[in-house]
């Protein structure tokens, strides 16, 4: 009976995001539109390129299609997405936690030129700050730092 219950939960999860994004524009052409353009900017970032580029250099096309599967999961809820974000950026060359704006004002100038309307940009934006902040900080954010008796007058 709780699994029934569960499912059903998870089920009126999706019904409610698909209507959200539905009510917003948004559907899985809009994700792969926004995926496809949003990275072909990426390369071609003098910052972003090179560091996404060692990373992924012949697997483009993986990393695309996870990436699609990825904001659909997040969009939808679907649960369908079972990648694990931080262990894929651990170690990658060159990455620091400077690079995460120009990635959210390349995503954002993104949105600019193809988001169907400010409440789809305002959305994706939102996800995206979300996302960045939380693999900021899951990769490079030290507690020792914050840790008073570490602190100097």
Known sequence: MELQGKAAHSAAIRERAEAEMKAIGIDEAFIGTL???????????PELGPVFDARLSGRWPEHMEKMKSFWSAVAFR????????????????????ELFPKWLALFAVTLDDIAPNPEAK?????????????LTLS??????LDDPALKRS
């Open 139 to 144: 990769l490079f954010y030290n507690p020792a």
């Open 78 to 97: 679907s649960g369908a997405y079972g990648g694990k974000p931080v262990q894929a950026h651990l170690g990658v060359a060159n990455m620091s936690p």
């Open 35 to 45: 995926v496809d353009t949003f990275y072909a900017r990426v390369l071609a970032h």
């Open 122 to 134: 305002a959305w994706f934006t939102s996800t995206a700050e979300r996302i960045a902040r939380s």
